[in-house]
């Protein structure tokens, strides 16, 4: 995650928890109606009010030591967090609890505000000697002239204010300088004064003195370093920046097998001599335990090649007909070289959602047989189109494309889409495969050009206390979208149970081996924040899962909806889960007029009264 301020709240409870995990209590009764939970519970609401639960608690004894580099270059509003620490220290030390906080900033306004008053300290007034020992080491490194040692020094321990990335960049580009021309002292001097001191604007600088011609070069190596969610190699690196101005999968293809046969080092030195001459130094080559790879200097760099103003500060005018960026880039490459961008298609997803557009006119060039290697690593039905692909990826876009093109294009499919859907190779389910079901169904895709697309959801639904919550959340939904387009609910299916055996799952009111339907195993199913049902037994004799209460509501909506009928179940026992449902303000009226018809409810008073009729103490 980049630096923010859910970031910071998110590091920090996480560390609390992993030092003392009996605080984790603290923040349980803001999730008693989830059984599981996922990221995305954890919003910035809750990570507030979970840190305030740990930190207002009497209960356990808490010293709390926190430790903040940079809140400077935090995303967001920086009055949040300047008020998050206020509020931190604002509390009380006691006996048992104690909470100090450590941070590092620039002195901007806003955190002269709030601090002023706070004890503090400019952190270059201590790295001088450090600074001016690492200069002298890096003047000597980079072999500048001796005789300007004792000038430069100096200015430069004074214009860095304690920034040693800023030293590195300056020494750099002296070197650079001295070496092109003989340059006096005097000159050298001048041009140290020119730097700016503010990394945002040297960054500007080292880019615009980059040659007009090198500037895509320049903006493809930035892209795809800053893009990367994975460790990139050496070479891989250089094949994604020579495929970024290509059009299609022959040409990446062509240039991958020309690529010359050396080893990493070669392609870790050439990579370190490109960016000095492409893109001023701020790539460089680290080694690692899994070998070499590319990374971005720092992370002000990845800030500022992230900005909107990026693309246009390095390709000028030719931003404005520029829509791919690095995302596609990788995807490109990736789509030959590594089976799990063919397998997910994670960096052609994050290229639409990033830019906008989709690598339609790149993917079309891809052939058959590229995608049928889909099927060889993946549970994927077979694959042989790149709109079957895009299905199978969730590449909205490309389809959304694609119809604009040819609008009978999935009405007319005879590849089985829903099914690509369904079983998304190695990625994890996830929104986007749900509303890429969504767009398929709603542009003209008919359940029957996919028959098999709903017994095979129904298989990969994770059941009892799956950890896969979120996926499973996610398929019941996509089952949801396919009844609401009219599925047939009534398909026999084969699913896995937890003791590795398999029951059949037939129609709605199918009975189990204890003769329950559904709906029965329903209302007799343990809830985790309602009330156990009379005649349903001692819950833990027979099943140790747990429904939440608004999962039991969601599950007999829809059983009773598809006709779902009790039959072991009490109608008295079912009539208090409905109260219980009515008490958290869920209709139930469709639920009692289709499970207790008025004529049964008649019926039902009519014998009762009878019976009291009938018993000569007026008793039952």
Not at 173 to 188: I, P, Q
Not at 591 to 606: K, N, S
Request: net charge negative; hydrophobic share 40%; with cysteine.
């Amino acid at each position: 995650m980049q630096k923010s301020f859910e970031g910071l709240l998110r590091s920090v409870l996480s560390q609390i928890i992993s030092e003392r995990p009996e605080m984790s209590r603290f923040l349980q009764p803001m999730f008693k109606h989830k059984k599981f939970l996922t990221p995305d519970d954890w919003t910035l609401p809750i990570l507030q009010k979970g840190l305030h639960a740990i930190l207002a608690q009497e209960k356990e004894p808490l010293h709390l030591c926190l430790f903040l580099d940079a809140i400077d270059e935090y995303d967001g509003r920086l009055e949040s967090i300047c008020q998050f620490l206020e509020a931190l220290g604002r509390i009380d030390p006691k006996p048992n609890k104690v909470i100090k906080v450590c941070f590092s900033s620039r002195p901007w306004e806003v955190f002269l505000k709030y601090f002023r008053h706070c004890a503090g300290f400019r952190i270059q007034d201590f790295t001088q000697d450090d600074i001016r020992d690492y200069c002298l080491g890096s003047l000597m490194e980079e072999r500048i002239s001796s005789i300007a040692l004792e000038t430069f020094v100096p200015h430069l321990v004074a214009r860095s204010r304690g920034v040693f990335l800023w030293v590195k960049l300056v020494i750099k580009d002296l070197a650079k300088a001295a070496g092109v021309s003989s340059m006096s002292k005097t000159e050298l001097e001048r041009l140290l004064e020119s730097y700016p001191t503010e990394l945002d604007s040297y960054y500007v600088e080292i880019i615009e003195r980059i040659p007009h011609i090198h500037r895509w070069k320049a903006y493809a190596m930035l892209e795809i370093a800053v893009r990367s969610n994975d460790i990139i190699s050496p070479i891989h690196f250089v094949l994604a920046v020579n495929c970024s101005g290509l059009k299609t999968y022959d040409e990446v293809s062509q240039v991958h097998e020309n690529l010359p046969d050396r080893d990493m080092e070669f392609w870790a030195e050439f990579v370190s001599l490109q960016s000095k001459k492409y893109c001023g130094g701020l790539i460089e080559v680290m080694f690692g335990t899994e070998g070499h790879y590319i990374q971005v200097l720092h992370q002000t760099v990845k800030d500022f090649v992230m900005d909107s103003k990026f693309k246009e500060l390095v390709l000028g005018d030719q931003a404005k007909i520029t829509v791919e960026n690095g995302n596609a880039f990788l995807a490109k490459c990736r789509l030959l070289t590594h089976y799990d961008e063919l397998a997910d298609g994670t960096y052609a997803r994050n290229a639409e959602k990033t830019s906008g557009r989709s690598l339609k006119a790149f993917l079309d060039t891809v052939p058959r047989h590229v995608f049928q290697k889909f099927k060889t690593f993946s549970s994927q039905p077979d694959v042989e189109s790149p709109l079957a692909y895009a299905a199978a990826t969730g590449l909205r876009l490309y389809i959304i494309e694609s119809l604009a093109v040819d609008p009978n294009l999935i009405r007319e499919s005879t590849e089985p889409l829903l099914n690509a859907v369904v079983k998304p190779g190695f990625a994890e389910i996830h929104e986007d495969f749900v509303q890429t079901a969504s767009l398929l169904l709603d542009n003209g895709f008919a359940l029957n050009q996919d028959p098999t697309a709903f017994s095979n959801l129904l298989e990969k639904i994770p059941s009892g206390n799956s950890s896969d919550t979120g996926c499973r959340t996610l398929y019941i939904e996509m089952a949801k979208l396919l009844l609401n387009h009219g599925q047939d609910p009534n398909v026999d299916v084969i699913v896995e149970d937890n003791d590795d055996s398999f029951f059949k799952c037939a129609p709605v009111n199918a009975l189990n081996s204890k003769k329950m339907t559904p709906l029965d195993s329903c209302g007799w199913n343990r809830i985790s924040d309602g009330v156990q049902l009379p005649g349903t037994g001692d819950y833990n004799s027979w099943d140790t899962r747990e429904l939440s209460l608004l999962q039991a509501y969601e599950i007999t909506c829809l059983l009773v909806s598809h006709g779902g009928e009790i039959r072991k179940l009490r109608s008295s026992s079912m009539k208090l889960r409905l109260k219980e449902f009515e008490s958290r303000g869920w209709p139930t009226e469709e639920i009692r007029a289709r499970l207790f018809p008025p004529m049964i409810e008649t019926i039902g008073a009519i014998a009762s009264k009878f019976m009291r009729m009938s018993s000569p103490s007026g008793r039952v």
